[in-house]
């Protein structure tokens, strides 16, 4: 049964630390997406990619948020300094695009605690 | 653009009772329909999905059809259990790569 994975799946970090966050998509896929998901915002899409090139990064802080896909097997979604306003539950998603398949696989999500 | 709308939560029904999340969504071209759902402290999970006017996706009791006239795709269950209690996402995608617009999402909240 083929699933997105997350690491780690809860992180609490102090005002200023760098946070990693790591997904690996179903194996394939070649469509990944990042989402943030707070009780106020609810979901929001931070960046997503293709083929390991980004897309679209317009929903992301540019100054402390950065996304990578070092292989078609990782994805990392990094912040630098972390801010307490960071809290959130993020949500890696793959997906592979063609007609009638938008369907996307999310991850069970990183829970990101920033004191 | 692209949006969706989904009724505003929470929806409290007692078991067994019927359920109807409403879902209308404004789209350019033929869009497909999804329903997602997210259970308390995971990700969000295919419940099911249209790709055409008139199809119905149907799921683990549930059911939605896509209908382009009133441009809905309300979610439906003729009997709903305490299991079922959890987040419901409406989303279309463009057909155009993987893109879904997600509506806010409604909860639902299932009593013995």
């Known amino acids: 049964d083929a699933r997105v994975t997350q690491t780690p799946r809860h992180k609490v970090t102090e005002m200023g630390q760098e946070v990693t966050m790591r997904c690996q998509p179903i194996?394939?896929?070649?469509?990944v997406f990042w989402y943030r998901q707070t009780m106020m915002q609810g979901l929001e899409l931070l960046a997503y990619?293709?083929?390991?090139?980004?897309?679209?990064d317009s929903g992301m802080p540019k100054d402390r948020f950065s996304a990578e896909m070092p292989d078609a097997t990782l994805a990392t979604l990094k912040i630098q300094p972390s801010e307490p306003r960071d809290s959130a539950v993020y949500f890696c998603?793959?997906?592979?695009?063609?007609?009638?398949?938008?369907?996307?696989?999310f991850g069970p999500g990183t829970r990101l605690t920033v004191l | 653009g692209n949006s969706v709308t989904q009724m505003e939560g929470p929806v409290t029904l007692s078991e067994e009772a019927f359920l109807t999340i409403n879902c209308t969504y404004t789209a350019t071209g033929y869009p497909s329909l999804f329903w997602y759902v997210q259970y308390p402290g995971e990700g969000l999970q295919l419940l099911l999905k249209a790709t055409k006017a008139d199809d119905k996706g149907s799921n683990k009791g549930f059911e939605a059809t896509y209908r382009k006239e009133t441009t809905s795709f309300h979610l439906e269950k003729g009997s709903v259990q305490v299991s079922d209690s959890a987040v419901y996402f409406c989303?279309?995608?463009?057909?155009?790569?993987?893109?879904?617009?997600f509506g806010g999402g409604t909860r639902l909240m299932v009593k013995p």
């Open positions: 998603a793959s997906g592979l695009p063609g007609q009638g398949t938008d369907t996307q696989y």
């Open positions: 990619f293709r083929n390991r090139a980004p897309l679209d």
């Open positions: 989303a279309l995608g463009n057909n155009a790569g993987n893109m879904l617009t």
């Open positions: 194996l394939g896929h070649n469509t």
